[in-house]
């Protein structure tokens, strides 16, 4: 199963690591949507890269400085039509208008026709980004795939609420409800993880009523769901929000108490990322942060560093920094826990893959300088 809700801070690592080394920004189109999707066919994707946006959103500010502009995404956009979709501007606000965008960033993959292939949802690192564009290339897991895949296992609830969350990001509101509503037909209990997922949902969106900020936000209904459902996924997912929640107010024991039990179920097909931007803020945090924070931190990288070298082996994408990037959180991570020397291991790992990112080599001349100090 793969929930649409990920992360306790949607921001990378790199917000205060060293930067990548930056290549010239993507070719963005610069008419009318309209024209955008007519010349969207001449590009060897057949796929506009829609990237909707607002000022005074710190994930839309950190999507397009660390991963829009990275080389690796210029490079793989090259192949895509990119228009720029900023809600602020009339233009902008149309198309997320036109396919019911609420969170930003949001990024649409859209045919010539104008009907949307995929969508993601959020920020996303540029090694993930790289991976992204390859499977939606490909055909993997996109809109029209899970349809199909639906229609062959009518049975299949992951496979029904995978699609139905991907309708929902693009506005269809009337088929997710009518997917869901199906869905709690067959698991009315909500025993299944996808029933419990949907119950979790519902209590999300009553805490989380539209762009609330974090200090006018009232956690105790989903606290007391939690106590209440023990589903370990939803564990998880509640309790990840909750340190989100915490992290953005500032209330950073709050918010490492809450990670602490959301590890205790942190599910395997989602480590690698979460596990990777919690070394990454705990780093950032090291200094209020008590050793056994540190050590968890620590813990969770490891974890997030062997499912990585997993899927890296199986081939999911031929991008050096997919790995690269997380030998270099992995490495943070062991250098505040006073592993120097293992640190410097990693990061030379890191290095080896991407010997021209200027940051990482940075980062492996300060450690062994001690100019980084843990």
């Known amino acids: 199963m793969k929930p649409h809700t990920l992360g306790w801070a949607a921001t990378a690592l790199l917000t205060s ?15 009318t949507y309209d024209e955008a999707l007519q010349e969207t066919a001449k590009k060897p994707a057949k796929l506009a890269f829609v990237y909707c946006w607002e000022d005074g959103s710190e994930d839309s500010g950190s999507f397009y400085r660390h991963t829009l502009q990275s080389e690796a995404v210029v490079e793989a956009l090259t192949d ?11 233009n902008g606000r149309a198309v997320c208008e036109r396919y019911g ?3 930003m960033p949001t990024t649409l993959l859209v045919r010539p026709s104008g009907e949307v292939e995929d969508v993601l949802v959020g920020y996303s690192n540029p090694a993930w980004l790289v991976a992204e564009l390859k499977r939606i290339r490909q055909g993997r897991e996109t809109i029209g795939a899970l349809r199909d895949a639906v229609a062959g296992a009518p049975d299949d609830l992951d496979l029904q609420y995978r699609l139905a969350v991907k309708l929902r990001a693009i506005g269809d509101e009337d088929s997710y409800t009518s997917i869901v509503t199906a869905i709690r037909e067959k698991d009315p209990k909500a025993k299944t993880d996808v029933g419990a997922q949907l119950a979790l949902d519902e209590v999300i969106a009553e805490v989380f009523p539209g ?14 769901f939690l106590i209440k459902h023990k589903n370990k996924r939803v564990q998880f997912l509640g309790y990840d929000r909750i340190a989100a929640t915490e992290h953005k107010r500032g ?13 205790k179920n942190a599910p395997e097909d989602l480590i690698m990322d979460w596990g990777n931007r919690i070394a990454g803020h705990a780093w950032e945090s090291r200094g209020d942060l008590s050793k056994g924070d540190l050590k968890l931190a620590l813990k969770l990288a490891e974890r997030s560093i062997k499912k990585a070298e997993e899927i890296d082996q199986s081939g999911f994408t031929d991008y050096a920094g997919f790995l690269a990037w997380r030998y270099y959180t992995f490495a943070y991570a062991q250098y505040m826990n006073s592993k120097r020397k293992e640190a410097i291991a990693t ?19 300060g450690f062994k300088s001690g100019s980084i100090k843990p």
């Open 17 to 31: 690591f060293p930067l990548a080394a930056q290549k010239k920004d993507a070719d963005w189109f610069q008419k």
């Open 251 to 263: 209330n950073l024991k709050a918010a490492a108490a809450a990670i602490k039990k959301a590890a």
């Open 101 to 103: 965008v609420k969170r």
């Open 347 to 365: 990061m030379e790992k890191a290095v080896a893959l991407l010997p021209e990112e200027k940051g990482i080599k940075a980062a492996l001349d």
């Open 211 to 224: 762009e609330t900020k974090p200090e006018d936000i009232d956690l105790k209904p989903l606290k007391t």
């Open 80 to 90: 895509f039509l990119c228009f720029s979709a900023k809600r602020d501007f009339d």
